[in-house]
């Protein structure tokens, strides 16, 4: 067997270890939030909750929906919780294969990235959500009770999560579209105004059809924009300065 095939098998072998450390952790995590399964929903639908009126509840309206909604918060809460470490086997596999300047410029963008992602899930949470449910409840018509399928609000929150965490990472597209010469920074900042159009439309896209939940999307949208426009125009700063 040639050294190219060992090398190659080897590799194969190392992306194996890394991926069975990656299922083990998760797993580890999910068995010790398995019996607090229950509690991590009655947590997740507490913005919901706080703003039904007194006595209001949520239903479920399948048989076994009751038993696996609340896994499936626990599982995504495990996939949070462990995505330190999938991070850390993802990174241990790829950076021997790196040049110096790559690990500098991509250890701090993936970190970033991860930070940014979670940032805009707490900012959904704790922000959005009472805002969102606070104007879809008090819209609902008289005499109409409001009692969502704990299935649906998992989807509709799962949706928001995602939507404000992807919108967060924008400032490392940024930093990516500059630092591989895709984009020059004069262009981003020409284009502001239908940067700023654009955050609006994906504001009325992502989120119910009330003024103040759309610009609490398309505000930090633009926002994260300028913040992108910002750490690229460092990044060529410093980077001149090193050359």
Known sequence: MSDQQQTFIAHLLELRDRLLRIVVGFLVVFIAL????????????????????????????GVTTPF????????????????????????????????????????????????????????????????????????????????????????????LFLAFGIAFEVPVAVVLLVRFGIVEIKVLQDIRSYVIVGAFVIGAIFTPPDVISQVMLAVPLWLLYEAGILAARLMEKNRKLAQ
């Open 68 to 159: 696996f909604v609340p896994m499936k918060v626990a599982m995504l809460t495990a996939v949070v919780i462990s995505l330190p470490h999938t991070l850390y086997q993802v990174w241990s596999f790829i950076a021997p294969g790196l040049y110096k300047h790559e690990k500098r410029f991509l250890l701090p963008l993936v970190v970033a990235s991860t930070l940014l992602f979670l940032t805009g899930m707490s900012f959904a949470y704790f922000a959005v959500f009472p805002v969102v449910f606070g104007f879809i409840v008090g819209t609902a018509p008289a005499g109409v009770a409001v009692m969502t399928d704990i299935g649906n609000y998992l989807d509709f929150v799962i949706t």
């Open 34 to 61: 398995f019996p607090f399964a229950n509690k991590l929903y009655s947590l997740l639908a507490q913005p919901l909750l706080s703003k039904l009126p007194q006595g209001g509840q949520l239903i479920a309206t």
